[in-house]
């Protein structure tokens, strides 16, 4: 793997994002007012919305993170977060044990992302994948739950992983301009994707 073109690569898609998060920060700014004027269900729709990024990979859960601040102060974001995510994670967990593993041997892509989670992983296997912000979080939910831990395990590993990251993502949701954010996530997150893949090649 070339690491100069992924540098690159990096270097302008965060240039790209910084422009467009200028628009993205006016929309945002305008979800946030009509997000707070739903009163008693703004922390409710939110979750909601949280649990459905969990369950559906190509909706993104970190913008939200960068958004609760705003909407909740620090620790309230930083705690309708902690508790929206890990249910929704619970959920995908609940969703892979009903169907079972004979349901994603169907699917080519499931081949591909197995190795993320071993069959016999610990809940201290979770904890770990939960700690670096990663784009896999939707599938190691599912890869779990394809495994023998109880759920009360993920759950608790899952909450006590995400914590760090979290706080950090909220912290800079409540003090960074959401124009600058865009840029920085978008850099961590192909970060973590080349790293990945990176990683499955070498396994290969």
């Excluded at 070339?2 to 898609?13: F, G, P, S, Y």
């Excluded at 909601?48 to 970190?62: N, V, W, Y």
């Excluded at 959920?91 to 071993?118: D, M, N, S, T």
């Amino acid at each position: 793997m070339n690491w100069r073109n992924v540098t690159k690569a990096v270097l302008l898609l965060a240039a790209l994002l910084l422009f467009f998060g200028v628009v993205w920060d006016i929309d945002l700014a305008s979800f946030e007012r009509r997000l707070k004027a739903t009163g008693f269900w703004a922390p409710i729709l939110f979750s909601l919305l949280m649990i459905a990024g969990i369950l559906f990979s190509p909706i993104p859960t970190s913008p939200l993170t960068l958004m609760s601040p705003k909407l909740f102060g620090l620790w309230g974001g930083l705690t309708v977060t902690l508790i929206s995510a890990t249910v929704g994670a619970a959920i995908a967990f609940l969703i892979a044990r009903k169907l079972g593993e004979r349901f994603f041997v169907r699917f080519p892509q499931y081949r591909r992302v197995q190795h993320l989670l071993p069959r016999d992983a610990t809940a201290f296997a979770i904890f770990l994948l939960r700690l670096p912000p990663s784009p896999t979080f939707d599938l190691v939910s599912y890869l779990a739950g394809l495994t023998g831990i109880p759920i009360w395990q993920f759950m608790l590993a899952t909450f006590l992983g995400m914590i760090p990251v979290t706080a950090t993502l909220c912290f800079l949701g409540s003090v960074a301009p959401a124009v600058w954010l865009v840029p920085a996530l978008a850099a961590l997150v192909l970060f973590w994707v080349v790293r990945l893949a990176r990683k499955r090649r070498i396994n290969e």
